[in-house]
Every structure is written in C-alpha cells, then in structure tokens.
C-alpha cells in the first residue's frame, strides 16, 4: 500500500476521466493488472476501486488509469484533484502474457475494457509484434483513447448507435483473413463482449481475456469476486478474478 499523490485528473469523454500518479517506489507491472483505490468521504469507509492500469510513463515516472464515473465511489474519486493523496494498492493481480515470437496481436477492447489495451500495445509495438487494437463503445460522446492506441498500430472502431466509426460490434472486424494473419488476442470489455469473442477466437486464435468484477479486498481474501472456470481437469470450478486474474487463458474462462 502507498499513498500516491494526483499528477493530472482531467475529463477525457463524458463520464471518463484520466488520473495520473506518481509511481510507487520499485514499480514492477505487467499490462492488464489493476490499481485497487481507496476513496472516502471522510465519513463512510468505502470500499476500494479496482481500477485497470492503462499506462506507465517512465520519463515521469507514472501510473495512468482512465475510469467511468457512476457509483459513489467513483463519484468521490473524480472530486480529487492535483495534489491529492490517494491510498492505492498495487499494481495487483496477474496481467497480459506476452509471447516471444508472435508477429501479430489483436487487441480488443469495450468501453472500460479499453485504457488496459494501451500499456499492452505499447510493449508489443516495443517488441516488434505488429499491433491491430479493435475498439468499441456505445457511442462517440464516451470513446477514449483511440489516438494514445494510434501510436503503436492499426486502430478499428465501432460504435452502437453508428456515431464514430463502424455500426455494429467488435466482432463484425474479425474477419476470416485478419484472424489468419493473428498470433495472439487480448480481449477486455463487458461480458457479452468477451463471450462473442472467445466464440469467434475459439480453435483459431490463442489468447487471454481480462474479467471485469465487483471485487472487495482486491488481494484475494474475501471471495467476493469468484468466477466460473474451466479447471486443468476439464471440470468446472471456480477463481478469484482479483489474484488468479482478471487476465486468464480465454479456454479457462466459462460464461
Ligand atoms: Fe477479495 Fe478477490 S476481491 S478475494
């Protein structure tokens, strides 16, 4: 735990906004881990905020989240401002997994499910491996970070209502030729999403999907946040979302 103070906190589409830390002391992350956030009125003690990591800046020394304000929590959380201490835990969880050799990666991302797909993007486009980052939303007025993602590859976005991009869902961008061109897929967004998805992927392309879930202690004590899960034995069984993911092999994911 460190308390980490407010480097930038901006809104960047409505309801979404960007907050800059500074980095804990000895940062070690990988791509698709969560910042786990306390936020209090000073009265109540709320629980923490599970936020995804979307970027660390070296030269600053930095830890990017983008997040959507709508409970309470997050409500609070937008109140703060350059300056502030926050109580953040973290970077937790097990993140992305990124495979030597792969030439190709699509990167698929849903509304919240969109700002981890930067840092993953970035170290990829570090790596050599070529990036496709599809990207979808219900409409313009709430699409984030399309041009931080142009900068390591091609971006594809869709829209529900039609407003910025290509009508439709993600899926309808996974084409027979694009996923024969694919080594690998990163996935993270709602859950109908990630099920269209590890449909679409299933004995084509190998990949991970990242879960979104209501989590509580973040460090996986509490089991508030158990997922149904494809076990070694081929059984059905249960994970926590907080510690054995939210990253998992998209075969061990059961909807
Ligand atoms: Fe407590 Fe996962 S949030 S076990």
């Not at 600053?60 to 959380?77: D, E, I, N």
């Not at 529900?160 to 080594?183: K, P």
């Amino acid at each position: 735990m460190a308390r980490l103070t407010i480097l930038e906190h901006r809104e960047i589409a409505d309801n979404m906004r960007w907050l800059l830390f500074e980095a804990p002391k000895d940062l070690q992350y990988q791509p698709g881990q969560f910042l786990h956030i306390r936020v209090t009125d000073g009265v109540d003690h709320l629980l923490r905020r599970p936020i995804s990591l979307c970027k660390v800046d070296g030269g600053r020394k930095a830890l990017g989240v983008a997040y959507r304000v709508g409970g309470k929590g997050t409500k609070l959380l937008a109140g703060k401002n350059v300056g502030d201490t926050l109580d953040v835990l973290g970077p937790l969880g097990k993140g992305f997994k990124l495979h030597e050799g792969d030439r190709h990666a699509i990167l698929v991302g849903g509304g919240i499910g969109v700002p981890p797909m930067v840092e993953l993007a970035d170290q990829l486009h570090r790596n050599g491996v070529k990036v496709t980052a599809i990207v979808g939303f219900q409409s313009k007025s709430v699409a984030i970070l399309i041009d931080d993602l142009k900068q390591y590859g091609d971006v594809l976005v869709s829209t529900n209502d039609g407003s910025l991009g290509r009508q439709g869902f993600v899926t309808d961008y996974m084409t027979d030729e694009l996923l024969a061109s694919a080594d690998r897929f990163y996935a993270c967004g709602p859950t109908p999403m990630l099920r269209a998805v590890q449909a679409k992927m299933e004995g084509r392309v190998a990949g991970y999907l990242s879960l979104e879930e209501r989590m509580g202690c973040g460090i996986g004590a509490c089991m508030a946040c158990v997922t149904s899960c494809r076990l070694a034995d081929g059984s059905i069984g249960y994970k926590k979302v907080c510690k054995d993911g939210p990253v998992f092999p998209a075969p061990e994911v059961y909807f």
